[in-house]
């Protein structure tokens, strides 16, 4: 049911994580890099293997697509056809993310990648908003702060917010409290990747520097106390479930703990984290989590309506995506409204 909705939303989606294999080869055209011609063998540099076994083995994983991202025209081409892509598969909105100091390799500056991106979203069919992901790292404190402040100077312009992400369980999360208190400073609305890698601990210092939202925070469950806060605050999470499976967190579906969060009064919404990495897209992954825990459609639009809530959409277009959902949502239960 959930993949033929045409009320999607994904507020967790990396960029360089979700290009697909046609426009893997559109990028290398543009810019002369030669791929693999067999398309089996060029999947297999796009997807994670299926003996992936964490976090760290799965981000080697964005080795090719990032490399095939590094000027500015291939960065404006993907994300205007990752979105079409995506209006194709019924979303209606979607937030991209991506990590602006990757992109340097061939001397891009963070804010032409960010241009970039930008205007490639500008073309595309369906309306978005773009995240800009600081990264876990050793040493590159200035890079992230750059990222920062180009959150700044561009938010409300296309970027809505700022995100950490990266190997959580090698760069625990509150060694970067001092970027967002810059962000806190500039007034940059941040959410944080937290509880995927690395434990409750990680959830609750993303909580205590003030994020708009959790990127996963599934393993705050490990923790009553941390599970109770995120309820009490009311931060949604958006929960990956085929990319938790992909870097180990659970070994079956069974295991995401969706019962239990929708039991603890957690504000869950559906997303797809990598949808060229992790084979999926927002819709699969809300078929998997209806097809795996029986949900019922009051439940299906309730996790939609969280994302619309949750999402960094000016008001009058959360209006549109809420009446959009519960059209489509209602029209499959025709005794209930919404
Ligand atoms: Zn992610």
Known sequence: MA???????????HLDGSLSAETARVLAAMQGIELPRDAAELDRMLHCPAGCRDLNEYLACFTLPLSLLQTGDALREAAR?????????GLLYA???????????????????????????????????????????????????????????????????????????????????PLFALARELGVPFVVHAGEADGPESVA????????????????????????????????????????????????????????????GL????????????????????????????????????LLLNAADASFADESLKQQLRAAICRELAQERTEESC
């Open 3 to 13: 993949q033929t909705l045409h009320c999607l939303i994904d507020l967790h989606l």
């Open 81 to 89: 056809r990752l979105l079409t892509e995506l209006a194709d598969k």
């Open 95 to 177: 937030e991209l993310r991506f990590a602006p100091q990757s992109h340097g390799q061939k001397g891009m500056s963070q804010e032409q990648a960010i241009q970039a991106v930008l205007a490639g979203m500008q073309e595309a069919p369906i309306p978005s908003r773009l995240i800009l992901c600081a990264m876990r790292g050793a040493d590159n404190e200035a890079a992230n702060r750059e990222t920062v402040q180009l959150a700044a100077r561009y938010r409300g312009r296309g970027v809505a917010a700022l995100d950490l992400a990266g190997a959580e369980a090698i760069f625990p999360t509150g060694q970067f409290a």
């Open 205 to 264: 210092a993303a909580l205590d520097m003030g994020p708009r939202r959790i990127g996963h925070g599934v393993r705050a469950l490990e923790d009553p106390a941390v599970t109770a806060r995120l309820a009490r605050e009311r931060v949604p999470l958006t929960v990956c479930p085929t990319s938790n499976l992909d870097t180990r967190v659970f070994d079956r579906l069974e295991d995401f703990p969706l019962r239990a969060m929708l039991d603890a």
């Open 267 to 302: 504000v869950v919404t559906v997303n797809s984290d990598n949808m060229a990495v992790s084979g999926t897209d927002a819709g699969q992954e809300l078929q998997r989590l209806t097809d795996c825990f029986g949900l019922r459609t009051e439940e299906v639009r309730q």
